[in-house]
């Protein structure tokens, strides 16, 4: 009796298939970007900034969008508003909707009138905010639930608020490390199911919810959220990180999703990083 060799086969996959999705977004150019006041750890007026080199980041974030299909509108920079670049905090947008931005430091309030002057222009439903909140910062949409961040920057009566102007499910979640003072540099949106977070930015009440609500949930180290690794974009695919969160990106891969890696090192100065410029249009 004689036996024949057989390739042995390759065992399935137990990731499930990613899909992308296309996403509109806005960004704004960092052409007025420095750190002339500090508002938040990352900012040190006395640092030297480079605003070109900011701009050479910003647009290779840029062309990656472009790369991956996006459509992208732009609002213009305004001389005297350095952290206009970080677009997402400059509303909320759900089905055409534009929640606006009412921010907590005197030295971004004038972004909120800027931004929604821009939702007007371009056919939004603007919502002029009564409470305290700094857009896509603090509000993040997976799936049909809003999750929404208090503890630093927006005002935990905005949560209320937005849900009267979405009339969805808003999640609050509470932020205990001041590193980490907008929901988008604590977690991150891989699709409508799945998400990342940093467990030491919550308190335990926040952890017990994202707990159960996201089981699978990818935890990012320390090392990997320090440099704002979590503040990232997905298409549900492909994840646009900053090039140095190397542990978060290896996840990221053993999950079947596609991470490209930016350096925004520069903009990084201001604390924002891919997120914090990128505000994403839902129409």
């Given at each position: 009796?004689?036996?024949?060799?057989?390739?042995?086969?390759?065992?399935?996959?137990?990731?499930?298939?990613?899909?992308?999705?296309?996403?509109?977004?806005?960004?704004?150019?960092?052409?007025?970007?420095?750190?002339?006041?500090?508002?938040?750890?990352?900012?040190?007026?006395?640092?030297?900034?480079?605003?070109?080199?900011?701009?050479?980041?910003?647009?290779?974030?840029?062309?990656?969008?472009?790369?991956?299909?996006?459509?992208?509108?732009?609002?213009?920079?305004?001389?005297?508003?350095?952290?206009?670049?970080?677009?997402?905090?400059?509303?909320?947008v759900i089905?055409?909707?534009?929640?606006?931005?009412?921010?907590?430091?005197?030295?971004?309030?004038?972004?909120?009138?800027?931004?929604?002057?821009?939702?007007?222009?371009?056919?939004?439903?603007?919502?002029?905010?009564?409470?305290?909140?700094?857009?896509?910062?603090?509000?993040?949409?997976?799936?049909?639930?809003?999750?929404?961040?208090?503890?630093?920057?927006?005002?935990?009566?905005?949560?209320?608020?937005?849900?009267?102007?979405?009339?969805?499910?808003?999640?609050?979640?509470?932020?205990?490390?001041?590193?980490?003072?907008?929901?988008?540099?604590?977690?991150?949106?891989?699709?409508?199911?799945?998400?990342a977070y940093?467990?030491?930015?919550?308190?335990?009440?926040?952890l017990a919810?994202?707990?159960?609500?996201?089981?699978?949930?990818?935890?990012?180290?320390?090392?990997?959220?320090?440099?704002?690794?979590?503040?990232?974009?997905?298409?549900?695919?492909?994840?646009?990180?900053?090039?140095?969160?190397?542990?978060?990106?290896?996840?990221?891969?053993?999950?079947?999703?596609?991470?490209?890696?930016?350096?925004?090192?520069?903009?990084?100065?201001?604390?924002?990083?891919?997120?914090?410029?990128?505000?994403?249009?839902?129409?």
């Amino acid at each position: 009796m004689t036996t024949s060799a057989t390739a042995p086969t390759a065992a399935p996959s137990t990731q499930p298939a990613r899909v992308a999705t296309k996403r509109t977004v806005l960004m704004c150019r960092p052409d007025f970007f420095t750190v002339v006041y500090r508002i938040n750890p990352w900012m040190d007026p006395a640092l030297p900034t480079d605003t070109a080199l900011a701009v050479r980041q910003w647009q290779t974030l840029y062309d990656t969008y472009l790369s991956l299909g996006f459509d992208i509108e732009l609002i213009d920079p305004v001389d005297g508003l350095p952290d206009m670049v970080y677009a997402a905090n400059g509303g909320f947008v759900i089905d055409n909707i534009a929640y606006g931005a009412s921010f907590t430091y005197p030295q971004r309030q004038p972004e909120g009138p800027a931004y929604m002057d821009w939702f007007r222009a371009n056919g939004f439903d603007v919502r002029e905010p009564e409470n305290i909140n700094e857009g896509e910062g603090d509000f993040l949409l997976v799936g049909g639930v809003i999750l929404a961040g208090t503890g630093f920057r927006s005002a935990s009566h905005s949560h209320e608020e937005v849900s009267s102007v979405y009339g969805r499910e808003v999640v609050t979640l509470t932020l205990v490390d001041p590193n980490f003072y907008h929901l988008d540099t604590a977690i991150a949106v891989l699709d409508d199911t799945n998400i990342a977070y940093l467990p030491s930015a919550f308190d335990e009440a926040s952890l017990a919810i994202l707990r159960e609500r996201f089981p699978d949930a990818v935890l990012v180290t320390e090392v990997d959220a320090a440099i704002l690794g979590l503040n990232s974009f997905s298409d549900g695919y492909n994840v646009v990180i900053a090039s140095r969160a190397t542990d978060f990106e290896r996840q990221l891969r053993e999950r079947g999703y596609n991470p490209i890696g930016v350096d925004l090192s520069e903009l990084l100065l201001g604390g924002g990083g891919v997120k914090c410029c990128t505000l994403e249009l839902r129409r």
